[in-house]
């Protein structure tokens, strides 16, 4: 290894100090201009938080939720002057199935210009719900250490993104010829364990999603962000070449014929997947009670609930939704003095509150953004009929129906 004379390269670093330290200045400047928009952007359009009343009887499949997310779906923020004068940013949701002292309640937060688009997307899907605008439940929690125990889980996918999780379509749920007593719901386990939370509790599935799109300068990337599907045709290939069940026979091409059964269904999922609207993901857990009466056990709960959306077969072929970062640390000595743990408590609550992950204050906060398509989202986030039977599970007491025609005046 030829040695490094220590002047003559201090000396480069000086002379060539106007070029990189003005590169340096520019890329600073530009970041927190962008970042002080954004802010102000982000302010000025307000946000509303609704709370989606359920009738007793849904008669909708999710497929019915799948439809709403689709007209929800925008990935255009504005125009370029928009976005870097005036610091627009694409508009995110907060999808919610949120325990407040064990009674379950659905939510979707979101801008205020957008509310009646969001209103007309569910009543087009569910003209049976009643959509209300509500005091926002999060803003009552405040962090304090030594009263309140705050828990909180981001999340990830156990494979890449163009491998969709078990879904509603999986689970058979796209039949609307069955029975209550033979629907297999997935959503059930979340809304029982929600159900079983006591008073002063609040537990919450807080799933933020933004329209997913190939990314570039319109967001402020140097290097652009390829589409998810970009990935399906690795992921079938690695299926079909080192993933199949039975060896292909040395001198001849791999074919589906080697997969199992389970893995062309899983190449047949990637495939219909690939043709959705797709948005950018993170679902949140999140846990606050009382020291005295938390519970101990209440991110292992959260996370249980929700093993079923991961696909557990012979091959584990399809994808899972599984935990990322934990608030607290495995040994007291990576916090000693509780610190940082604190500091995560309260990042946290605070992210929590503001839904915020894609953008200012906490953009990317404890985790990367994943991609679902709309049927892995309606799969996460649907209205439930007869098949939940969670006594907990916020309901309207009686379906509304228009008069009949004839009526005399």
């Given at each position: ?16 100090a106007?070029?990189?330290l ?19 952007f982000i302010r000025?359009k307000?946000n509303?938080?609704?709370e ?5 009887d849904?008669q ?5 939720m ?9 990935d255009v923020?504005?125009t ?8 627009a ?5 907060s999808l ?8 379950v ?16 997307r ?6 049976g719900?009643?959509?209300?605008e ?6 009552d ?10 828990g909180?889980i ?5 494979k890449e993104d163009?491998?969709?999780i ?9 039949k ?7 629907i297999?719901d997935?959503?059930v386990?979340?809304l029982?364990y929600l ?5 002063g509790?609040i537990a919450?599935?807080?799933?933020l999603i ?6 570039g300068?319109?967001d402020?990337?140097?290097i ?8 399906v ?12 069940y039975f060896?292909?026979r040395e001198?001849?091409?791999?074919s ?7 893995q062309?269904?899983?190449?047949a ?6 043709g959705?609207?797709?948005y950018d993901t993170m679902v949140?857990l999140?846990?606050?009670a009382?020291i ?5 056990m209440s991110t292992?709960g959260?996370?249980?609930?929700m093993?079923q ?5 012979s091959?584990n ?10 608030m607290g ?9 509780g ?6 408590q ?7 509150k503001r839904?915020?992950?894609?953008n200012?204050?906490y953009k990317h906060?404890?985790?990367k953004p994943?991609?679902?398509t709309?049927e892995e989202l309606?799969?996460?986030?649907h209205?439930?009929?007869?098949a939940a039977?969670?006594?907990?599970l916020a309901r309207?007491?009686s379906?509304?129906?228009?008069a ?5 005046i």
């Amino acid at each position: 290894m030829p040695d490094i004379d220590l002047a003559v390269t201090l000396r480069f670093i000086f002379v060539s100090a106007p070029f990189w330290l003005t590169i340096l200045l520019i890329s600073v400047f530009f970041h927190t201009w962008l970042n002080y928009k954004r802010r102000e952007f982000i302010r000025e359009k307000g946000n509303v938080l609704l709370e989606i009343r359920l009738p007793k009887d849904i008669q909708k499949t999710p497929a019915a939720m799948e439809m709403a997310l689709e007209g929800m779906w925008e990935d255009v923020p504005g125009t370029n002057p928009d976005v870097y004068l005036k610091g627009a940013v694409r508009n995110w949701f907060s999808l919610e199935i949120v325990s407040i002292g064990g009674e379950v309640k659905f939510f979707i937060w979101t801008r205020t210009d957008w509310r009646k688009i969001l209103e007309s997307r569910i009543y087009a899907q569910y003209p049976g719900v009643e959509i209300h605008e509500v005091e926002d439940y999060a803003l009552d929690i405040i962090f304090d250490p030594t009263k309140t125990k705050i828990g909180g889980i981001t999340t990830k996918l156990s494979k890449e993104d163009a491998i969709p999780i078990k879904t509603y379509i999986d689970f058979g749920l796209d039949k609307t010829d069955k029975e209550q007593e033979q629907i297999v719901d997935p959503l059930v386990p979340v809304l029982e364990y929600l159900g079983s939370r006591q008073p002063g509790e609040i537990a919450a599935m807080q799933i933020l999603i933004q329209a997913h799109r190939g990314m570039g300068k319109q967001d402020a990337k140097l290097i652009p962000k390829e589409h998810f599907t970009k990935g399906v045709k690795d992921a079938i290939k690695k299926i079909v070449e080192t993933e199949a069940y039975f060896e292909h026979r040395e001198g001849f091409p791999a074919s589906t014929l080697n997969l199992t059964k389970t893995q062309g269904e899983a190449i047949a999922s990637i495939e219909r997947n690939a043709g959705k609207h797709a948005y950018d993901t993170m679902v949140r857990l999140f846990y606050a009670a009382p020291i005295e009466i938390a519970d101990k056990m209440s991110t292992a709960g959260l996370v249980g609930s929700m093993r079923q959306f991961s696909y557990v077969g012979s091959n584990n072929v399809l994808n899972g939704i599984r935990p990322d970062k934990f608030m607290g640390f495995e040994f007291s000595w990576q916090d000693p003095f509780g610190i940082k743990s604190s500091r995560n408590q309260r990042e946290h609550l605070d992210a929590y509150k503001r839904r915020s992950f894609f953008n200012v204050p906490y953009k990317h906060l404890m985790g990367k953004p994943y991609v679902l398509t709309i049927e892995e989202l309606a799969t996460l986030f649907h209205f439930p009929g007869l098949a939940a039977t969670t006594p907990t599970l916020a309901r309207v007491p009686s379906k509304k129906a228009e008069a009949p025609a004839n009526l005399p005046i």
